[in-house]
């Protein structure tokens, strides 16, 4: 049987694999957020979490992997850890109106 030789690998984009890199599913968006699937399932049904949708036929539940990185970023800003602004240390002290103190 003489041997074939091997199709050139194409220079154009796969189509599967870019749609792979733009789209998530529940799997792949947990292990990239580094959680379980099921707290992607529960944050989903209490309409918590990244934002999801459904897409096909089957309706798989699929993350944009533009909005997880978006998602990620609210929650570094809204993090008084990573965001001096809201740290309770960098805030002025707050007195309670009408309260006089005795000296």
């Keep these: 049987m003489p041997s074939r030789p091997l199709p050139a690998p194409s220079t154009a984009p796969d189509a599967r694999g ?13 292990e990239y957020l580094g959680l379980s699937p099921h ?24 993350y944009r992997l533009e909005a997880l990185d978006a998602w990620i970023q609210e929650q570094e800003k809204a993090d008084s850890r990573s965001n001096t602004a809201l740290s309770p ?3 002025a002290p707050q007195h309670r109106s009408g309260y006089t103190t005795s000296a």
């Design 18 to 30: 870019a749609l792979s890199k733009a789209f998530l599913n529940v799997r792949d968006a947990a």
């Design 39 to 62: 707290t992607l399932y529960v944050w989903r049904h209490r309409r918590q979490g990244p934002p999801s949708f459904r897409m096909g036929q089957r309706g798989r539940v699929m």
């Design 89 to 91: 240390l960098s805030a």
